[in-house]
């Protein structure tokens, strides 16, 4: 089974924090997401990655930077937290692929508070 | 960019009856379309995929059909129940090495569906 595991379920930091939310896969994947979902957006890609120290902007990335030293570790930083950052963070796995599946992987999820 | 747009935004059917979601997509080089069930408080999980070289696929009781044309694609869910009751998500992904934006998924805003027994 593939397992995508993230550091946290929940997390409660004040404005102005840095914020590492860490993200590991075990299934040797060569592409990493981080996505936020709010109600009624859906899931939007903050950043990706398709190898190591690779990193590729998503729709919206301004607030936050990747780090991906390690091919089963992709972490996000909210370098100074805001309240609008207040929100789900699911990061995600897959393989590259041409044909079959591109499965992404999800992990369960960071509930992030801002305040 | 790849644009997904999703309808409907809610769904409530009765136990027994199908359901049916639609998404259309902007971009035609786009080949890949997945949907996605999220259960309330779980992670999203897919539940059926479809290249661009094929019209139709089903997996017992849900099927997905691609018109490339129109560019659109649905997901059936017949004889409901209440265990599919969730928020489905589908999506769309552009050929790899394409270019910018190749490895991304790009997703609609989601359906909340609800089966009433």
């Known amino acids: 089974d593939v397992k995508v595991t993230q550091s946290s379920r929940y997390l409660v930091k004040r404005t102005g924090e840095k914020v590492f939310l860490e993200c590991v896969q075990d299934m040797d994947h060569e592409n990493m997401f981080w996505y936020r979902q709010d109600p009624g957006l859906g899931l939007r890609l903050i950043y990706f990655?398709?190898?190591?120290?690779?990193?590729e902007k998503g729709d919206i990335p301004e607030g936050y930077s990747v780090s991906r030293e390690k091919k089963e570790r992709f972490s996000l930083i909210l370098e100074s937290a805001s309240t609008n950052q207040t929100s789900m963070y699911l990061c995600?796995?897959?393989?590259?692929?041409?044909?079959?599946?591109?499965?992404?992987?999800f992990g369960p999820g960071t509930r992030l508070t801002v305040l | 960019g790849e644009n997904v747009e999703q309808h409907p935004s809610t769904l409530s059917v009765q136990e027994g009856d199908s359901a049916v979601i639609k998404c259309t997509y902007s971009d035609s080089a786009s080949n890949y379309f997945p949907w996605y069930k999220q259960e309330l408080g779980k992670r999203p999980q897919l539940i059926i995929d479809i290249r661009s070289n094929v019209g139709e696929k089903k997996d017992q009781r849900i099927a997905v059909t691609l018109n490339k044309t129109a560019k659109h694609f649905s997901l059936h869910i017949t004889e409901t129940q209440p265990e599919d009751s969730a928020v489905y998500f589908c999506a769309a992904l552009p050929p790899l090495y394409s270019g910018a934006g190749s490895y991304q998924l790009t997703f609609g805003k989601g359906t909340k569906l609800s089966v009433i027994p």
């Open positions: 995600a796995s897959s393989e590259l692929r041409e044909t079959g599946s591109n499965e992404q992987f």
């Open positions: 990655s398709y190898d190591v120290k690779m990193k």
